[in-house]
């Protein structure tokens, strides 16, 4: 049965974290490491079960749910732990287990000889459980769970090396601004339950509310938290900086798990963006402008790993403009090929970071190609897929996107002139890192710190076999994952999502021409402009724009809005409330009872005539009141 399946897919990875977490110092680093590596593999198979038994059934029998127990009840509300293995859910459990089995075989190798590795290890597996779980759930509400968890998990890895301060910074700014997202998303479910008293799939598209306020706020709160999981604009700020994790941490989290899960959400709830069209052509909006923002930014880059975080923020643009515009099964094939080539890129420069100990500069990386024969043929290959040229992998996937675009009248010509210009930038910036790591003679810095570690290893020096298969295997998917669809003329993927995710409209093949070839025509200029800047060095390279090198200065933007506004409000209350209201009454009561002691101390005079006194009048006084009141 694929509820077997699909139950075994998301629990075995969670079996992992418990049993190396509980196993503690008496499992070993090396079997934590194989004991994470063979659960995620089996989830990957488990997977694999579930799609094939679903290939036997018809497309309206494709879907079901399965439900282990009730976890909450509320009054009329009941909510189940219930799993929903339909065309979409399939599709991304072999996306997450697939790709994340293969990050996490590569880390066996990149995390040797970490003295924290049996903590790596149950993280990395935490972080794919609560993927699936995610995209597994079976109602809203254990989506919000997985949801939740994902942001803990990323949290937990970018923070991994908790002796950097700057890890340690990263993890909770990740965390922060996930947590807006979150708590958008728990509002949108908190709509959905005052409206329609559901949070199932089916229930909640429905009975959900058709146009209107209520609908553009139900849209808005799901599209807040997709924005801030997936790192669009203006909640894009965290991703560079969780390039503070280890590297196969950046390759999971950009490529298998967090980053796409906002797409995934817009997907699967696409009928309630539908009723709100002016937030769904919203999203369209801010991914076409974060593509351009990350594109312009990734120009000017000298981390290797942040180029290639900028580009996965360009890329789930991509994402986001194929969701926003109806173009579902296009949206989910760029996510399942962008996890191809964007793992190998990460993966690809792990294996330089590897080998020079840690570094990250491309200036210092420069001409490791040379030294490096096949790590500089995979990151080629994965280069030339992330621009989109034939045949590799994103050319099927982004090129639709585009086309889509051009059936959308003025506004997606416009989306669509933004994803060309995006794809100019792209072969730009691909290239310019290719160029100046991967060609020439090796800097000094590369050559002494290559060989150092190549002797030090004992081990070939372009990284353990462990590393090297596993990108061998990426670069593959890369190569030839594209031809999986080939608009107009064949589109398995299409028609397998058609029962839960059909696109709104279908271009005609001359806009399918149109886009691929302009787009391909774009990315090779792109290519030949980097070449003549950074290899032939016919062309000066031109200075760097500050813009771009403060990353449109938004991290000062949120500084200044949110720390400094909040620091002056906290010294303005402090000033006018605090200080004159509070503390200062406090000192008035205060002198208040000190005035009234020193007063009541005169009558302590020891006299019995006086204490007798005070309490005759004292009782004349309450004599008079009690016959006044009667």
Known sequence: MSSAAAWTCLLLPLASTVLITLGGTRISRRLAAYVSTLTTMGAFVAAVVAFVQLL????????????????????????????????????????????????????????????????YFAYISLFVFSMLLL??????????????????????LIGFHQDRPTAIAAAKKAFVMNAFGDATLALALFLLIAHTGKLGYADVFAMSPHGGTVANLIALGLLGGAVAKSAQLPLHTWLPDAMEGPTPVSALIHAATMVTAGVYLIVRCHPLFENAYVIQDLAAGLGAATLLMAGLIALVQTDIKRVIA????????????????????NAIFHLMTHA???????????????????????????????????????????????????????????????????TRGWYGDVIFAAGIIGTFLTGIYAFRLFFIVF????SAFA????????????????????????????????????????APFWHPLTTWLEPVAAPLSEPSNTQEWLASGLALAVGLSGIWLAWAIYSAKRIKAPAAVKLFEKKFYWDELYDLVWY????????????????????????????????????????????????????ASGLAILT?????AR
């Open 564 to 615: 400094r506004g909040s620091e002056v409000l906290t010294r303005g209350l402090y000033a006018f409330v605090e200080r004159p209201l509070i503390a200062g009454s406090l000192s008035a009561v205060t002198a208040a009872f000190g005035l009234g002691s020193r007063e009541l101390s005169i009558a302590q005079n020891g006299l019995v005539r006086t204490y007798a006194l005070a309490l």
């Open 56 to 119: 036997d059934k018809t497309p309206d029998q494709r879907g079901s749910l399965t439900t282990s127990w009730t976890w909450l009840s509320a009054g009329p509300y009941h909510f189940g732990l219930t799993l929903l293995t339909d065309q979409l859910s399939v599709v991304m459990m072999l996306i997450v287990a697939g790709v994340g089995s293969l990050i996490v075989a590569y880390s066996v190798g990149y995390m040797d000889g970490e003295d924290e590795e049996r903590r």
């Open 447 to 486: 050559r002494e710190h290559y060989h150092a570690h190549g002797a030090h290893s004992g081990r070939s020096k372009e990284g353990p076999l462990s590393m090297r298969w596993t990108v061998g295997v990426l670069a593959l998917l890369s190569a030839v994952g594209g031809f999986l669809q080939f």
């Open 135 to 156: 995209v597994q759930s079976g109602n809203l509400l254990l989506l919000l769970a997985g949801w939740g968890m994902v942001g803990l998990s990323s949290y937990l």
């Open 624 to 628: 008079v009141v009690f016959l006044a």
């Open 439 to 442: 060609t020439g003679e090796p």
């Open 340 to 406: 191809f080539f964007k793992a190998l890129l990460f993966m690809a420069a792990g294996l330089a970071i590897h080998a020079v100990v840690g570094e990250q500069d491309i200036r210092k990386l420069a001409g490791i190609g040379k030294l490096m024969p096949f790590t500089k043929v995979v990151f080629l290959i994965g280069s030339l897929a992330l621009v989109g040229i034939f045949p590799f992998a994103g050319f099927f996937s982004k090129d639709p996107i585009l086309a889509a675009a051009l």
């Open 310 to 329: 900028y580009s996965t923020m360009s890329q789930i643009g991509y994402m986001f403009v194929g969701a926003g515009l109806g173009a579902y099964p």
